[in-house]
């Protein structure tokens, strides 16, 4: 089993900042894969980046050279920094976790985190 807890979220302009924390319990992160992903009102959950155990990294189109996913091993924590947030970037963000080396799809990860609310103003 693996716990996942986001924090992070919050109100932001567009063009601001933010970085979403992801504290897991349960197993060390640096050998299983990670992810995140975000749900929009009204619209379906969405892959927004992943990490694998030896620091793969992958992005959606998207989002590609705004947000960076990284991890503490010391902390046991994931991590998005996102830059030059947009409004279409609102959503609930959810940190994931897959027993495995890999994952990108949704139907892939086997433990989710509660999420936690990004909002970006014009």
């Known amino acids: 089993q693996v716990q996942l807890v986001e924090s992070g979220g919050g109100l932001v302009q567009a063009g601001g900042s933010l970085r979403l924390s992801c504290a897991a319990s349960g197993r060390t992160i640096s050998t299983i894969a990670m992810g995140w992903f975000r749900q929009a009102p009204g619209k379906e959950r969405e892959f927004v980046a992943a990490?694998?155990?030896?620091?793969?990294?992958d992005y959606a189109d998207a989002v590609k050279g705004r947000f960076t996913i990284s991890r503490d091993d010391a902390k046991n924590t994931l991590y998005l920094q996102m830059n030059n947030l947009k409004p279409e970037d609102t959503a609930d963000y959810y940190c994931?976790?897959?027993?495995?080396?890999?994952?990108?799809?949704?139907?892939?990860?086997?433990?989710w985190g509660q999420g936690t609310q990004v909002t970006v103003s014009s």
């Open positions: 994931a976790a897959r027993d495995g080396l890999w994952a990108i799809r949704s139907s892939d990860f086997e433990f």
């Open positions: 990490l694998s155990w030896s620091a793969r990294e």
